[in-house]
Each structure stands twice: as C-alpha cells, then as structure tokens.
C-alpha cells in the first residue's frame, strides 16, 4: 500500500499571503488528522477529519482552516501568514476503526515565511 | 501546561545493548498511547501503541511498558542497534471529553544516539 504523500514538499510564501497544503492518506484510511511541528513548540495538533466533518481541533487561530473530500483527501489552508507560520506540517491518516488508532504520517510540508 | 513530558532530552546507548526511553502524562483522561521515531525534516514514523487496557505490548526489538497508576510509560529497545539513532516522541489520546483518538497530543522527544 502507498503511504501518506502531502504535497508540496517545500514552500516559501511571503508574509500576509496564504497556502493551501495537499494530504492524500493511505487507502482505506478514514481519519486524516493534521500538526505543526516547530523547535519551540514540538508537534502540535490542529485539526482531524474524518468522513469530511471536523472532529476536533487544536489551539490555533482561525487563520489556520482545513477540509475533507469524499475520497479522504484533505487540505489546509493558512491565510495571512505570518512569520511564526514557518514549519513543518505533517498529515497523518488512520484506519479509526475497532481498535486500531495508530496514525501514519507523510513525510510532511516545509513551509517558509518570509 | 505539558500534558505529556519526556524528562530526558537525550540518551546514548553501546549497540547491542538495552535503550530505555521513558515517558510521563499527567491526563488521566488518555487511554491510547503510541511511540514514533523521527528523522530530521521527516514524517514519525510509528513504531509501536499500546492501549490502556494493557500493561505491556511487544513486536519485535520493540516492547511498550504502561504503568498507568504512575502515569509512565516507557519503550524498550533490545538490542539497540546504530540505525536505531533517531529522535522518539511518545504520544498520547483519549475519547473522552469530546475529543478522539485522531487527537495526539506529543512529548518533546528524546535523541537516542545508538554507539557502534
């Protein structure tokens, strides 16, 4: 089976702009849950999808939004970047199901603001 | 308020012999817990869970220790072996409170550096 790919791999923006960032989980996978992974703050939750709904959310502004398409995939979105914006974001997709939780991850989003 | 906290920044370890990362939660609201290991400027990669109901999970090198009482949870890693050398995060969920297992919340990983 395919891993979790995310797409693209690397970004630079500039200030005030926005990004939209592409997730497409492991087949079969339902849950499609998103971090930010910074040296100050480690990994951090923002949001998990499944079945195209929201299904929790973490402590990030509403600048940071994301979605869920009938066939799993998901993106994010942040508007008016700013410079603390600059991460790793990692998309992970999990079966959520019986009692496997275990999430996978992609190899993850370098986004730059500058 | 760190939920979830890996005390050890750091740990070096002779290869072929026993790593011992350790991890401690304060949410006794968390019942599914998970290790992964991660390389620079890569996704984690999972490594082994284990639920609450248990106390001890293995697979392979890799055996998972839950002392729920203490709220400690550490991985074990025999033998260790020099591609072992990455950063571990253990990581926490919990359906209750409205959140789901799709929730993790991570420590701050430790550095394990596996000597030849």
């Known amino acids: 089976k395919a891993g979790v790919t995310q797409t693209p791999r690397y970004l630079i923006k500039t200030r005030g702009q926005q990004v939209t960032l592409s997730c497409s989980p492991i087949?079969?996978?339902?849950?499609v849950s998103w971090y930010q992974q910074t040296p100050g703050q480690g990994l951090q939750f923002l949001f998990e999808?499944?079945?195209?709904?929201?299904?929790n959310k973490g402590n990030f502004p509403g600048r940071f939004s994301g979605r869920q398409f009938s066939n799993s995939r998901s993106e994010m979105n942040v508007s008016t970047l700013e410079l603390g914006d600059s991460a790793l974001y990692l998309c992970?997709?999990?079966?959520?199901?019986?009692?496997?939780?275990?999430?996978?991850f992609g190899p993850g989003t370098r986004l730059t603001v500058t | 308020d760190q939920q979830v906290k890996q005390n050890s920044p750091s740990l070096s370890v002779q290869e072929g012999r026993i790593s011992i990362l350790n991890c401690d939660y304060t949410?006794?609201?968390?019942?599914?817990f998970l290790w992964y290991k991660k390389y620079p400027a890569e996704g984690p990669t999972f490594l082994i869970s284990?639920?609450?109901?248990?106390d001890k999970n293995e697979d392979g090198r890799f055996t998972v220790f839950l002392n729920k009482s203490a709220k400690h949870l550490s991985l074990h890693i025999v033998p260790s072996q020099p591609g072992d050398s990455a950063v571990y995060f253990c990581?926490?969920?919990?359906?209750?409170?409205?959140?789901?297992?799709?929730?993790?919340?991570f420590g701050q990983g430790t550095i394990l550096t596996v000597h030849p």
């Open positions: 992970a997709s999990s079966l959520a199901a019986g009692l496997s939780y275990e999430q996978y």
């Open positions: 087949s079969g996978h339902r849950s």
């Open positions: 999808y499944f079945s195209e709904t929201q299904r």
């Open positions: 949410n006794s609201m968390f019942d599914y």
């Open positions: 284990i639920s609450s109901i248990k």
């Open positions: 990581a926490a969920s919990g359906r209750a409170g409205g959140t789901s297992y799709g929730k993790l919340t």
